[in-house]
C-alpha cells in the first residue's frame, strides 16, 4: 500500500508501528534521508537495518520477530517535506515494491 506522509525536519519520526506483527517497507526519497528500523522503548530499544536514501534506489526495511515487544520504522529527512513509502503487512516477501513509485 502506497502511502505519503509530511515529515518534519531534524529527528527520527516513526512512519509505521508494529507490535506482534511482521511488515516490510520500501523508501526511495528524498535524497540524504536517513531509515531505520527500531525495536523497543525508550532506552531500552536499539536500532537496526539503517540506511541513507539516494533518490534512485529502493530501499528494504524488515520488521520480524522482534515486534513481539514493539517495533517502528523511522525516517529522519534534512528539511521538512512530503515522503512516499510502499507498505505490506504480515510475512510478506518482497525484492521490490509491487507499484513503481
Same mark, same amino acid.
Given at each position: 500500500?502506497?502511502?505519503?506522509?509530511?515529515?518534519?525536519?531534524?529527528?527520527?519520526?516513526?512512519? *509505521?508501528?508494529?507490535?506482534?506483527?511482521?511488515?516490510?517497507?520500501?523508501?526511495?526519497?528524498?535524497?540524504?534521508? /536517513?531509515?531505520?528500523?527500531?525495536?523497543?522503548?525508550?532506552?531500552? !530499544?536499539?536500532?537496526? /537495518?539503517? /540506511?541513507?536514501?539516494? !533518490?534512485?534506489? @529502493?530501499?528494504?526495511? *524488515?520488521?520480524?520477530?522482534?515486534?513481539? !515487544?514493539?517495533?517502528?520504522?523511522?525516517?529522519?529527512?534534512?528539511?521538512?517535506?512530503?515522503?512516499? @513509502?510502499?507498505? @505490506?503487512? !504480515?510475512?510478506?516477501?518482497?525484492?521490490?515494491? *509491487?507499484?513503481?513509485?
Amino acid at each position: 500500500m502506497l502511502k505519503t506522509k509530511l515529515i518534519t525536519c531534524c529527528d527520527w519520526r516513526t512512519v *509505521e508501528s508494529f507490535w506482534n506483527a511482521n511488515g516490510t517497507a520500501f523508501f526511495k526519497a528524498p535524497d540524504g534521508a /536517513q531509515i531505520k528500523v527500531r525495536y523497543g522503548v525508550s532506552w531500552f !530499544g536499539f536500532d537496526r /537495518q539503517q /540506511q541513507t536514501l539516494n !533518490g534512485y534506489d @529502493y530501499k528494504k526495511l *524488515e520488521v520480524g520477530l522482534g515486534s513481539l !515487544g514493539y517495533a517502528r520504522m523511522q525516517i529522519k529527512v534534512p528539511r521538512n517535506t512530503d515522503v512516499t @513509502y510502499d507498505v @505490506y503487512g !504480515g510475512g510478506v516477501a518482497r525484492p521490490s515494491p *509491487e507499484i513503481p513509485f
